[in-house]
T-cell receptor, first 115, second 114 residues
């Protein structure tokens, strides 16, 4: 079946540090890949996406590249801010049994950025 | 308009109550979803509607009853819930049943069962 594996958090960084959150996936067919962010008490917001191999998604200084050969979609940011503190979910959308394409989420990685 | 609107934002209900959660989107999306999220966990899929028809039920207990009255609305009817059903309930929609486009999420309904 389809699954997403994320690194376990929390990830604790100082402001302006470099961020990497690892994500790998297992899927049938050719999934689309996403990173969502969830701030405390809120729903999920799409951060970035990539729909095919070698695509790079980017938004608000965050980037992730769809690597088919390593089945990975690692999230990076060159210089984090306190306001980036949130939970980050890697997700894929791919064919599931029954013919439906369903978003499937990783466990989430909590990011804490200190001033 | 890229919003998915959920009401109410917070709900406290007793185990014998009947209540409903509502979700609305006006993006023309034909796939709509209900997810349940417990604290510090990822969202768990409950139901999927595609073109107003229920396409997936993830073996959800019958005390949760979904309804899709039209292409813009999604309801979740709640009856005889248990305290362990307390969670954040998220509604989402996507452009089509293919799921190859991103899902847009509402802010959720924080449900507490007492």
């Amino acid at each position: 079946g389809n699954s997403v594996t994320q690194m376990e958090g929390p990830v604790t960084l100082s402001e302006e540090a470099f961020l990497t959150i690892n994500c790998t996936y297992t899927a049938t067919g050719y999934p689309s890949l996403f990173w969502y962010v969830q701030y405390p008490g809120e729903g999920l917001q799409l951060l970035l996406k990539a729909t095919k191999a070698d695509d790079k998604g980017s938004n608000k200084g965050f980037e992730a590249t769809y690597r088919k050969e390593t089945t990975s979609f690692h999230l990076e940011k060159g210089s984090v801010q306190v306001s980036d503190s949130a939970v980050y979910f890697c997700a894929l959308s791919a064919l599931r049994g029954g013919g439906s394409y369903i978003p499937t989420f990783g466990r989430g990685t909590s990011l804490i950025v200190h001033p | 308009d890229t919003e998915v609107t959920q009401t109410p934002k917070h709900l406290v209900m007793g185990m014998t109550n009947k209540k409903s959660l509502k979700c609305e989107q006006h993006m023309g999306h034909r796939a709509m979803y209900w997810y349940k999220q417990k604290a510090k966990k990822p969202p768990e899929l409950m139901f999927v509607y595609s073109y107003e028809k229920l396409s997936i039920n993830e073996s959800v207990p019958s005390r949760f009853s979904p309804e899709c009255p039209n292409s813009s609305l999604l309801n979740l009817h709640l009856h005889a819930l248990q305290p362990e059903d307390s969670a954040l309930y998220l509604c989402a929609s996507s452009q089509s049943g293919t799921g190859l486009t991103e899902a847009f999420f509402g802010q959720g309904t924080r449900l507490t069962v007492v």
